[in-house]
């Protein structure tokens, strides 16, 4: 840990493909999706430090002639995982991605960039990507965690209050888009005959098994077994986000102005949604509080953000104890795939015992137990 009393962060392998080829072969691409004249020349072209590990992000700047004069244009190019990258999901479906973003901006006003082109086809550059328009905002960082110290952190009480009231109106709206399974077929899954929330969490439990590659999780095994245990009366179908959290937002004067990161997309209960930003945050604070910090307990709080989601639909979450124990779940996932990714990269070490790579096993217990949450 370093004298700030903040974790040590390693550097994480994001990328292990070649940019100035990359560029190049984008170059050669762009013209096939103008008009002939438009002679698009990249005049800036840029991989962020914050790239995530379940795709790359690329930030362009490209100039083309229409209209009969020059015109410049900010955009984002997202690109699939090279398969030498250990990527963090079994399956990524960028195309999914592009038409469900398309569709939110259709049926909602929740903001998200245009999107521009779609290219499922590897020739191009050697996987699947889709290219939107760039949003300027600012995001809560997740490197080093926003409660450390941000912008978040910086804000007054009234400007966070205002922040998680325009958040969570975002997936309101959601609840909104009319007959969510045939409006958004193509996150449905029919063949299984489950509803959509059992197919959801055998998605999820798939998923541990890809990655731990059949070794598993004792923790979430049990975890697993709990929430079949427990089953819910299961709510309402709609249209999951499936990231749902502040730090997939881009913020301007605390509201969202851009919503991003849907390749999580699916139909669901809206509690899952709901679950996972509340959860999101409080390991965050968790975690902050683990170091001797003092953590964030009055931001995005559970019964603050079930009450305003009452207040923007007129919908009372139910059985919220089991969608934050799935949450949980699901993020201890997360954690099984990045640290056996880290390890392939030399980066970390396996622990003998494959549950403590799991940052928040100690919730997850505590979870079950019952006792967590008081």
Same mark, same amino acid.
């Given at each position: ?52 590990? =379940? !795709?790359?992000?690329? /930030? ?8 009969? $004069?020059? %015109?410049?244009?900010? &955009? ?89 009231? =325009? !958040?969570?109106?975002? /997936? ?8 969510? $399974?045939? %409006?958004?077929?193509? &996150? ?187």
């Amino acid at each position: 840990m370093s004298d700030d009393n903040k974790p040590d962060v390693p550097k994480l392998t994001t990328s292990t493909r070649d940019r100035a080829v990359m560029r190049s072969q984008l170059e050669g691409w762009l013209p096939t999706q103008l008009p002939a004249d438009a002679e698009p020349v990249i005049t800036h072209f840029e991989a962020p430090e914050s790239n995530g590990m =379940s !795709s790359e992000t690329i /930030l362009l700047d490209v100039d083309w002639a229409e209209g009969g $004069e020059r %015109t410049s244009h900010q &955009l984002v190019m997202r690109l699939a995982p090279a398969e030498d990258s250990f990527p963090v999901f079994d399956t990524y479906d960028l195309t999914k991605q592009f038409h469900t973003m398309r569709l939110i901006g259709e049926y909602t006003d929740i903001p998200v960039p245009e999107v521009l082109w779609d290219e499922p086809d590897s020739a191009a550059l050697g996987a699947p990507f889709f290219i939107m328009g760039r949003i300027d905002g600012i995001v809560p960082p997740d490197v080093m965690p926003y409660p450390f110290g941000s912008w978040i952190t910086e804000a007054t009480d009234e400007e966070r209050d205002l922040l998680t009231r =325009s !958040s969570v109106e975002v /997936l309101a709206k959601l609840r909104a888009i009319p007959d969510p $399974e045939t %409006t958004f077929s193509l &996150l449905a899954n029919p063949s299984t005959g489950d509803s959509p929330l059992r197919q959801h969490v055998a998605a999820s439990r798939a998923w541990l098994d890809w990655s731990t590659a059949g070794e598993g999780s004792p923790l979430l095994e049990r975890a697993f077994q709990w929430l079949d245990d427990n089953w819910p009366d299961e709510s309402p179908t709609i249209v999951s986000w499936g990231d749902a959290r502040i730090g997939n937002t881009m913020y301007r004067d605390f509201e969202p102005v851009a919503v991003l990161d849907w390749e999580m997309a699916a139909l669901a209960p809206a509690e899952v949604d709901l679950a996972w930003f509340i959860f999101l945050h409080r390991f965050f604070d968790d975690l902050t509080v683990s170091f001797g910090m003092e953590g964030m307990p009055d931001f995005i709080r559970r019964d603050k953000v079930e009450a305003l989601y009452t207040e923007f639909t007129g919908y009372t979450p139910k059985d919220m104890d089991w969608y934050l124990m799935y949450a949980a779940t699901r993020h201890g996932i997360v954690f099984t795939r990045t640290t056996r990714r880290a390890v392939h990269f030399g980066e970390a070490e396996m622990p003998e015992d494959p549950d403590d790579v799991i940052m928040h096993r100690a919730t997850i217990e505590a979870m079950m137990a019952g006792t967590y949450w008081t």
